[in-house]
């Protein structure tokens, strides 16, 4: 009789430790300005790149990370790498040869002059820390990165 208890007991905590699968939200269009710009800041539009760059560089060099962090360039930062988009000119564009294994940190943010921004990064390595600036440009299309350079207030 106490081995049908246990039974029962047990099949009940089975039972209630369950996973019950939570549903993916759809995902949400960028919230936008009166003016119909998005509105995602700058330090989002340097996470956001950053993060697809992780996505693009192999072995997985996955197409769809590409041409969304290629996306968050402007036209002059995409033509100052031959305008084609590639895990190899996202890389140069960037200034590293490897993604950073250990992942990065946003350090601050600095207005520059009119619709302007200037994120500071670490990017971090097993072996050193890499500092570098990138520099975004606000248009219609919401913040974009123009440049990146190294950090040589950090050096």
Same mark, same amino acid.
């Given at each position: 009789?106490?081995?049908?208890? *246990?039974l029962i007991l047990s099949l009940s905590l089975a039972a209630c430790q369950t996973n019950t699968p939570t549903p993916n939200p759809s995902p949400q269009p960028n919230p936008t300005a009166e003016s119909g710009a998005p509105t995602i800041?700058?330090?989002?539009t340097?996470?956001?790149?950053?993060?697809l760059l992780q996505q693009a560089a192999p072995p997985e060099s996955a197409?769809?990370? *590409?041409d969304q962090a290629w996306q968050l360039l402007t036209p002059a930062?995409?033509?100052?790498?031959?305008?084609?988009?590639?895990?190899?000119?996202?890389?140069?564009f960037t200034g590293i040869q490897d993604v950073p294994d250990i992942g990065f940190t *946003?350090?601050?943010?600095?207005?520059?002059?009119?619709?302007?921004?200037e994120v500071s990064v670490t990017l971090n390595y097993s072996g050193e820390n890499v500092e570098k600036v990138f520099y975004l440009n606000q248009s219609e299309n919401g913040w974009q990165i123009d440049s990146?350079?190294?950090?040589?207030?950090?050096?």
């Open positions: 009789m106490s081995f049908g208890i *246990i800041s700058p330090q989002a340097v996470t956001q790149f950053l993060n197409p769809q990370a *590409i930062a995409q033509q100052s790498v031959g305008d084609t988009a590639s895990s190899a000119s996202l890389a140069q *946003i350090n601050g943010q600095q207005t520059g002059p009119a619709n302007t921004q990146i350079q190294a950090n040589a207030a950090a050096q």
